[in-house]
């Protein structure tokens, strides 16, 4: 046990290194790493997985441009899960039952892979699963990029001193999602290390949130960034009295106001990291308000509808990924759905990593109105888990139509009888509903289908539809 914990030690170490020289390499030494890595990733995939070996039988032996080789969705991988992995005895009954035991967030499963689970946002959950080179690959550039910020040059006394101070992240809790995943696994790792580091539930309901905030008085915020927003807004309020030296924002998008809202609110820095659970950390910003594509570890694909390559500067209709870090379960060419753009020209903060944003929105804020007049509002993750969480349900979105209303549209699971699963969604959401103080609020069943937002492409799993909030 002591030498293999020795030998991840010795591995993290390595991709530290690793990623500080690819932060002082030009642009075209990071190509060449990245064709490198990319050869190899392909290499091991034919050799290792029956999927990808029937897939690439008919390619020639050497891939000379990434758009030879086809793309693959969720869907696919997900529907051959055993032959899609690497290692035999890695298997999908076998992860199913270890992410439907929540004592086990954070653990190893079989004491050598990180898992973590989705909620479905583009139409169906997905299992995935990191091997110890993508766990110290994710390590190092969090580090180094992320914590540090390679593209910071303006980083305060407070920032340099930060590794002490107390940090909060408030997240979706209650499963095996990534980033609560991420948090848990680093906490049991180096308890000393994290001893400031607290854990708050975004479903907890929001005035007993702002409370326990305000007794924690964290000098680092950071969680999803609808739930960042809700949180500017009880500042602004006056009802969360908590002053961070930095916010971090992460798993959906950040737009220019709502960063704008956010660093007003608190009065300083507001940092956002792009990653997904396909592939961990693939971007963090710089001063520039720019995302840095982490593009020696990971490959990311601007494409229109038609899997076409889109020019810099213009916006994608989705982005096929490549992790080439991660080999037991090899991501290559896989269709994202993020819609993004690459920035033409390089990035005044002086990064040598390609520039890029996200396009599309976060989740809406609901905000319900009580018989009485007053004003409630829920956090999305609070709505979206509670369809995530109820058997049965295979995709879900939640509208919010009146100010006291919810409409929920889903598809059950194949050979599930949709009248029992809604009976489930709807008791576990109305007993959601009542734990966040709103029992009021009524739940109506739309017959048609979840339908994709038109402008990210994603099944969007909490919105709102009701203007005069």
Known sequence: MESRRLQRWLKRIRAIREVW??????PDEIESVQRARLSDLVAFARSRSRYYGD????????????????????????AQFDDWVTDPDVTREGVEAFVADQSLVGHLYMQEYALCCTSGSTGVRGLFVQDQDALSVGAALTIVRGELGLSTQRRSRHAREKMRWRKASVLATGGHYATYAITERIRQQIPRACREDR????????????RELNEYQPIVLSGFSSAISVLAKEKRGGRLQIEPRQVKTFSETLDDASREEIAGAFN?????????AEAGAIAFDCTEGWLHLNSDWVILEPVDDEYRPVPPGKESHTALL???????????????????????EECPCGNPLPAMRVAGRAHDIPIFTSPEGGRHTVMPAVLDTAGAETPGVQRHQILQTAATRLTIRFDPRPG?????????????????????????????????PPRPDPVSGKYRNVAVEVNDL
């Open 55 to 78: 897939l690439y039988e008919q390619l020639p032996k050497t891939i000379s441009s990434l758009e030879q080789l086809p793309v693959v969705t969720k869907p696919e991988l997900m």
């Open 21 to 26: 020289q690819s932060g002082r390499s030009t």
């Open 322 to 344: 490549t992790n080439l870090a991660n080999r037991i379960q090899p991501i290559i060419r896989y269709d994202l759905g993020d819609r993004i753009v690459i920035r033409p």
């Open 416 to 448: 599930m009888d949709k009248e029992l699963v809604w009976e489930r969604f709807h008791r576990h959401l109305a007993k959601r509903l009542a734990e966040q103080g709103v029992p009021f609020v009524e739940i109506e069943l739309d017959p048609d």
């Open 268 to 276: 300083c820095s507001v940092r956002n990291w792009y990653g997904a």
């Open 199 to 210: 854990v708050f539930s975004v479903l907890t309901p929001l005035p007993v949130l702002v």
